[in-house]
């Protein structure tokens, strides 16, 4: 008996890491599986409707027109689901749900690359953090959103690039690209990537057009035109007339101030369509203006190109994208939000910066869902902009103290010490 109970107890703790990821998995998935029935303005106003009128249309054979305002893609994945005994939004929310347990995957395997020691127990607290954020749980078990999808899709492109895998990793971005048009924010990192390795590596952004044709086919052999596949995108950045959209971005300040000195002069001074019509090129011309510093302070100080650095330089572009451009969604922030989580294992120091920046994004989150909207845009925007400025000081300051001058090889140069060292 006794020696039966050391073989069990032997067992446990051997295999302790993976028994917490199936605990986690479970009780993750139950959550989910709770929250099943739960919609929302999208899911009311859009999802389900898009999925009736696809099966109107005769499923497959309704590609050949445009419903709705996702791409060609997720209107054949939606196609495909006419065919499948389920309610729609159930559909939705399972294919969703099941990008959720592979980004949590992903993350768990690349922080056990990151971490130098206890790598299996950091990976089960990656995987956990992951699958049991409410952020990622309220996404596609309530909202019905597809963010896990690309997000994934893109952190592993970003995982190939640090692989010296360039191609491969083009091919997967197009992957994340064709399911939405938000991938883009991972686009200047990867430009800055493959330029620092090696000029003639950009020509590889070709696959990425290649592969949004690809995965279009479906709706191509309906009776799409290949320029649908792109203009697309082009036509959902003109649907939204507001500066600031329930994101905390620099301009939703400027969107609250206008609304609070309405309010004060007891008439509408200005429209959220006009100050959209004032600020939306200047906003992305700083956007465009802050990306391109990063980038040549980086290029200037030759900063290594690895994993950790390319995680590191990702977060703070895409960081970037979202609180300077223009009409931003809460959801927008969704991949920066899951890398700030890969980020904490590799410098502790910024959990707390993760745990405020969840909290914000938790109560936009909570505004939309309840349509309560009980915590002034302004006051979210001013802690979100702390919190960037914290990040991008702490995190800038390591890539240049961690760069390489302009005489070293990068096969031949020292290990990069851990950023908490």
């Known amino acids: 008996m006794k020696e039966e109970k050391n073989i069990t107890e032997s067992f446990i ?41 696809i099966k109107s249309a005769g499923g497959f054979s309704g590609l050949d027109e445009q419903v709705g305002d996702y791409n060609i893609l997720y209107q054949t994945i939606i196609a495909f689901f006419t065919y499948i005994p389920i309610k729609p939004l159930y559909a939705y929310k399972l294919f969703s749900c099941i990008f959720d347990l592979l980004l949590a995957l992903l993350v768990a395997y690349i922080v056990s690359k990151l971490c130098e020691k206890n790598k299996k127990a950091c990976a089960a607290a990656a ?26 899709f893109g952190i592993a492109s970003l995982y190939l690039l640090s692989r010296k895998k360039d191609l491969a990793a083009m091919i997967v971005y197009g992957a994340a690209v064709t399911f939405k048009l938000q991938a883009i924010f991972l686009l200047p990192v990867i430009v800055l990537v493959l330029f620092m390795r090696k000029k003639t590596h950009l020509l590889y952004l070709a696959a990425v057009p290649a592969v949004m044709i690809v995965l279009s086919l479906a709706g191509i052999i309906a009776g799409r035109n290949i320029s649908d596949i792109f203009t697309i995108y082009f036509s959902q ?8 959209l329930n994101y905390p971005s620099v301009w939703g300040l400027a969107s609250d101030a206008v609304h609070a000195a309405s309010f004060f002069a007891g008439k509408e001074i200005i429209t959220q369509e006009q100050l959209y019509n004032i600020l939306k090129y200047p906003a992305i011309a700083i956007a465009a203006a802050a990306l391109g510093a990063y980038m040549l302070v980086w290029l200037k100080k030759r900063v290594r190109i690895d994993l950790k650095n390319i995680i590191i330089m990702a977060f703070i572009l895409s960081y970037t994208c979202v609180l300077l451009l223009p009409s931003m ?8 939000e899951i890398l700030a989580l890969i980020i904490a294992f590799i410098d502790r120091k910024t959990v707390y910066l993760v745990c405020i920046m969840y909290a914000v994004t938790l109560i936009t989150y909570i505004h939309f869902l309840s349509n309560c909207y009980f915590m002034p845009l302004a006051v979210l925007s001013a802690v979100n902009i702390f919190v960037y400025i914290m990040y991008a000081v702490r995190l800038s300051r390591f890539l240049q103290e961690n760069s ?8 031949t140069a020292a290990p990069v010490p851990h950023i908490t060292e």
Request: proline fraction near 3%; glycine fraction near 4%.
């Open 13 to 53: 703790k051997k295999n302790a890491p993976l028994l917490i990821c199936m605990l986690i998995f479970i009780a993750g998935s139950l959550i989910r599986l709770f929250l099943r029935d739960m919609t929302s303005l999208d899911s009311d106003n859009f999802l389900v409707p898009w999925f009736n009128d």
């Open 127 to 152: 995987f956990g953090i992951v699958y049991l954020s409410p952020l990622v749980i309220l996404n596609s078990s309530w909202w019905a959103q597809c963010d896990a999808i690309y997000t994934f």
């Open 237 to 244: 950045t003109s649907i939204y007339k507001s500066v600031a």
């Open 329 to 336: 969604h809460e959801r927008y922030g969704f991949i920066y």
């Open 404 to 411: 390489r001058s302009s005489s070293t090889d990068e096969r």
